[in-house]
């Protein structure tokens, strides 16, 4: 299997956010089947860990969210280098190129704070590990959103530079993006917060008198998942550029014969 991944990888990298997007979305599929067919959670969208809560649901959430943040990661480090050499092909000042560079080196280290929050939220679950939990949501769905931000306004750059439709194109879908995950994100964090204070004051149930507002928090959440989740799709315009063996990216410099070896965890580059 991992002779078949490198296999595909190395030939088609474009396929690696394909992966990781559909793997995060069979896992959601998979735990919410297994938990509504054993009554561990309500069929009417529970909160997105619900589903992975209990035995032996929790298990598959835990592998599969475990695998996709590693895979995540991934697809932030390729989508680095990938910006880095292109931004280094542009003729920038000095000051510009500096600006950009560290816009997306701070774009790098907050995408692998979301993604930690991804391990957590898969290593604690919310009934018995409610704080750690709690956190890990908490890194993933804020900073998030704000790595869409980055990206975005990185790709906006490249098109002004570049002037090539494919990233006006890119630019416009994660710009899309970011917004309704900005959105969705407000109306999760009030309509949550709403929830739980009104619970606490009326100790109701969310079956009743807070149903609505109950699913506003859950609908929001899982629609606020699905949105950061798809960003990655927005990658692929550039890692159809690039290959991976397994340790390197290399890139080819449009209009150049000269490659580029990228050391996807150092950072460390080399001229071929």
């Excluded at 908490?138 to 931000?149: A, I, K, Q, R, S």
């Excluded at 959105?183 to 964090?189: E, K, Q, V």
């Amino acid at each position: 299997m991992c002779l078949t991944f490198y296999s595909l990888f190395n030939r088609s990298l474009w396929l690696l956010p394909v992966v990781t997007v559909s793997l995060v979305l069979m896992t959601f599929s998979t735990t919410y089947g297994i938990a509504v067919g054993l009554n561990h959670t309500q069929a009417v969208f529970p909160y997105v860990t619900k589903t992975g809560a209990a035995v032996p649901e929790r298990g598959i959430f835990t592998i599969g969210i475990t695998i996709a943040a590693i895979l995540f990661c991934m697809n932030v480090e390729i989508r680095y280098e990938y910006v880095r050499l292109n931004f280094s092909q542009m003729s920038l000042t000095p000051a510009e190129k500096a600006r950009w560079m560290t816009t997306n080196t701070m774009t790098l280290y907050l995408s692998h704070i979301s993604v930690f929050g991804l391990f957590m939220l898969a290593s604690f679950q919310i009934d018995t590990m409610n704080v750690p939990h709690h956190l890990g949501a908490f890194l993933t769905f804020v900073f998030g959103p704000v790595c869409c931000w980055l990206h975005s306004a990185i790709t906006w750059k490249t098109y002004k530079e570049e002037r090539k439709t494919e990233f006006l194109i890119t630019f416009l879908c994660q710009i899309a993006m970011s917004f309704v995950s900005t959105s969705l994100l407000i109306i999760f964090s009030g309509s949550f917060g709403s929830y739980k204070h009104q619970r606490l004051l009326q100790e109701s149930s969310k079956t009743d008198t807070l149903r609505d507002v109950f699913l506003t928090s859950t609908i929001s959440e899982w629609l606020l998942a699905i949105s950061i989740i798809l960003f990655l799709l927005t990658f692929i315009p550039g890692f159809k550029k690039m290959e991976f063996d397994g340790i390197v990216t290399k890139w080819k410099a449009p209009g150049s014969e000269k490659s580029v070896l990228c050391g996807r965890i150092l950072g460390c580059c080399s001229n071929v």
